[in-house]
């Protein structure tokens, strides 16, 4: 094989590895949301918790369904580094992006005063968007880290590559 043949056969499995993380990624995102919101009202209206209570466990849980739905397949072709760190960083980076999103809402609502609730809705969208953007960023990068070049022909790489095909 050429070496301009390998290199386009490169990307193209690359393409199609990004798609298939992408699309998995979307799923499982829409699956835990589904779960989140589920939970909390049951939580909420049925079995009478707080509020707040009733918020914390429905995304303890959402988050750990999230995270094995993200570790056994939008990231299932990638290096495995452990339960315990990947959990862990995985849960400070929900932590950050829920705090980026804290922070958004509440600039536009207080320094910036507005009140509109289609603003402030607007501003939920956006920066949910944005959190989103980053959580795919670093669990790409920190919680679920490529394998070394060396192991490029991992057979997890190639069953992924091959499944996506």
Known sequence: MTASRLVVERLRT???VLLKELSAFGVVGVVCFLIDI??????????GLGPVVA????TVVS???????HRHWSFSHRARTGVKREYL??????????????????????P???????????TNVASIVLSTVVRYLCYRKWVFPAHAPADV???????????TA
């Open 112 to 122: 910036l005063g507005q009140d509109s609730a289609l603003v402030l809705q607007a």
């Open 153 to 163: 022909e991992h057979p997890a790489w190639q069953t992924a590559a091959r499944q």
């Open 55 to 58: 918020k914390l466990i429905s």
């Open 14 to 16: 690359g393409w199609r």
């Open 89 to 110: 960083l995985f849960a400070v980076v929900n932590g950050a992006t829920l705090l980026l999103s804290l922070v958004l809402v509440w600039f536009v609502h207080q």
């Open 63 to 69: 988050m750990t369904v999230a995270y094995f739905g």
């Open 38 to 47: 589920g939970l909390f009202q049951l939580l909420y209206s049925s079995a």
